[in-house]
């Protein structure tokens, strides 16, 4: 379970989280909707420990991940995330780029790691691409193998931060299919995401930032054909 | 008027003595480059490690090798130190001397393959869960010495070319030494000098064409 209760977060004097309190329960998929500078990115990083809070906490099974004696390290074993640049090792092949941090941070034997991540990168379509270097796949492809570099540590939780925003929209299909398959089976998921057919489809609640406020939260349906807060309104008419 | 008369066969004598000292000189060259290239990559640590002292430390060595004559550095490395009794062989000293200098330029040329590296990189790293060493070590440093590979290999047939300033301090053995030992019993400068310049454009050009073939094996993406 992830609680985040009361999160504050400035940049300069940029405030761009003002108040956040959500938990993820085990199993779910929530994904993030909301305008650019809405804090919504901002809140995937805090959750990993990526970036610092000015207060409030962020609770991951039990454990305060911005509390002193917390192991980041540690902790973000079970909290894969993806990000908008695919931040694909270039000087790797695909398949050392999935077996990489399972060796050197789990410490798993070579077959072992190699073992994992055949099945990783066959899952998201990838076998046959295993010698490959990332700069000869498309985009679409890279952030499949980022999102298999992530499952291949066998995460809790999977943070997904505009997956799909840097790709051609002819590859945006391909790795919304492999979100989809995730959340199909039960991987918990928090998904920033500017796909509202995809939120429409995948989740089990939709929350809605605006300038650092989370404005409403609520099941799809409800939040997309009965939205209340007249921002989300705003919003969702400029989207269609 | 040129009244000189060239004595070739007296010169390709000496050439298996030439020879001899070429490869002391290749040593010398080694050497300084693999100690050059650990204290520029200690030095780049030491920029990034946010420490002052440390990395106040590491930009007044980079900007002292980089901005004074490697010829004086050399001196430093035999005649400096021995002023305060720490007395170095001709040899030990040539060879830190350069590596000095290498460590320099090299730790300069780290910190401008660095920048081409984005911090995204890190983070990707970071989120796996790896420590700032260890995404350092496995992330940045080989993407980084690929980018400043052939800058460093200029850097070898520089050092290849500083040896020779090792005659000032009484060097002997390597290349240039042993020219300059023939020289003063012959005088047939010209010849001496013509063949052992060839010498060491044959080994700077040896060295640029392998290291041209191993980045070709090494950086196949």
Known sequence: MIEIENVRKSFGQLEVLKGINLTVKKGEVLTIIGGSGSGKSTLLTCINGLETIDAGRIVVDGTDVHAKGTDLNKLRRKLGIVFQQFNAFPHLTVLENVMLAPVKVLGQSKAEAEAMAVKQLSHVGLADKLKVYPSRMSGGQQQRMAIARALAMSPAYMLFDEVTSALDPQLVGEVLDTLRMLASEGMTMICVTHEMKFAREVSDRVAFFHKGVMAEIAPPEELFDAPKDPELQTFLAATH | ?221
């Open chain 2, 1 to 221: 008027m040129i009244s000189y008369s060239f004595h070739w066969n007296q010169a390709f004598k000496a050439l298996p003595q030439m020879l001899d000292g070429a490869l002391v000189t290749l040593q010398i060259a080694i050497l300084s480059m693999v100690v050059g290239l650990a204290v520029a990559l200690a030095l780049t640590l030491f920029r990034l490690s946010g420490n002052r002292a440390l990395s106040g430390f590491a930009t007044g060595w980079v900007e002292i090798a980089r901005n004074t004559p490697a010829l004086f550095q050399i001196y430093m490395a035999h005649f400096g130190l021995g002023n305060f009794g720490i007395h170095l062989s001709p040899y030990t000293a040539l060879l830190v001397g350069i590596a000095f200098n290498n460590a320099g330029y090299l730790a300069e040329n780290f910190r401008g393959a660095l920048k081409a590296i984005p911090d995204t990189q890190t983070r990707a790293g970071r989120s796996l869960g790896m420590t700032p060493l260890q995404a350092f070590r496995y992330i940045v440093l080989p993407q980084m010495l690929r980018v400043a590979f052939l800058p460093a290999t200029n850097q070898m047939v520089w050092a290849i070319l500083m040896t020779s300033l090792g005659v000032t301090v009484g060097m002997n053995t390597d290349l240039a030494g042993v020219t300059q030992e023939l020289n003063a019993r012959s005088f047939r400068t010209f010849e001496f000098f013509a063949i052992a310049a060839v010498i060491y454009y044959l080994i700077a050009k040896a060295v640029t064409l392998i290291a041209r073939l191993f980045a070709a094996r090494m950086f196949r993406y």
